[in-house]
Each structure stands twice: as C-alpha cells, then as structure tokens.
C-alpha cells in the first residue's frame, strides 16, 4: 500500500490549498482515511478523516467549518480543502488509511492508521 500526498506550498493567511492524497494498493472505499498534521516540535494530531463504510465525516475542533475532506473513488484519491488558513495551520500533512469502519475515538487516533504517506509542507505565512 503507497500513498502520495500533494499540494502542499506557501500561502497568505486568509488563503486556501487543497491537498491530494492518491492512494494505491487499498480501496479508499473500504477504508477510513485520515489527514494529520506535525508542527516542528509538536506531536502528530488529527484533522480530519472520512469513514468508507458511509462517508462519515470528522473534523478537529480547530479546522471544523474551515476544512473539508472529501474523495473520489474513480481515482482512488482523498482530498483535503483548506480555507481560510491562519499561520497556526502551519504543518507538514500526512495522510493514513486504516481500517473500513473506525468510529470517531479511533479515526483521531494515529495508531488506528495502518500506512501513511510521506506528508506535504503547508507554510502560512505573510
């Protein structure tokens, strides 16, 4: 299982980005799949994550209304759009696969996350 995240890069507060994370070797249909982020010097912590089972969706309190994670499964590719980025967004993103049908406790988790991509930079700065 390989997953390629993209679509990283600089942007102004108050901008947008959206994130790629093309998936091969698993059906994102039949997995949840997840974005993390790592500031420097702090722990990997979640963002957010689509259940495949029904498309569930969950969000971290801090990018709720600002993000949104969505799919395609013809290109077997999970996205994430940003907006309204404030600096504190500032990260390296990485996207996980896991299991089909995570509840929202696991899919906040990264231990409930089987494989994971190599993460993109996201600098938010002025």
């Known amino acids: 299982v390989q997953l390629q995240a993209s679509g990283g890069g600089l942007v102004q507060p108050g901008g947008s980005l959206r994130l790629s994370c093309a998936v091969s070797?698993?059906?994102?249909?039949?997995?949840?799949t997840g974005w993390f982020r790592q500031a420097p010097g702090k722990e990997r912590e979640f963002v957010a994550a689509?259940?495949?089972?029904?498309?569930?969706?969950f969000y971290a309190r801090s990018v709720k209304g600002r993000f949104t994670i969505s799919r395609d499964n013809a290109k077997n590719t999970v996205y994430v759009q940003m907006n309204s980025l404030m600096p504190e967004d500032t990260a390296v993103y990485y996207c996980?696969?896991?299991?089909?049908?995570?509840?929202?406790?696991?899919?906040?988790?990264?231990?409930?996350?089987?494989?994971w991509g190599l993460g993109t930079l996201v600098t938010v700065s002025s």
């Open positions: 996980g696969v896991g299991s089909r049908a995570l509840i929202q406790s696991s899919a906040t988790l990264p231990a409930s996350y089987d494989y």
């Open positions: 070797g698993r059906t994102i249909s039949s997995s949840t």
């Open positions: 689509m259940r495949g089972s029904d498309r569930s969706t």
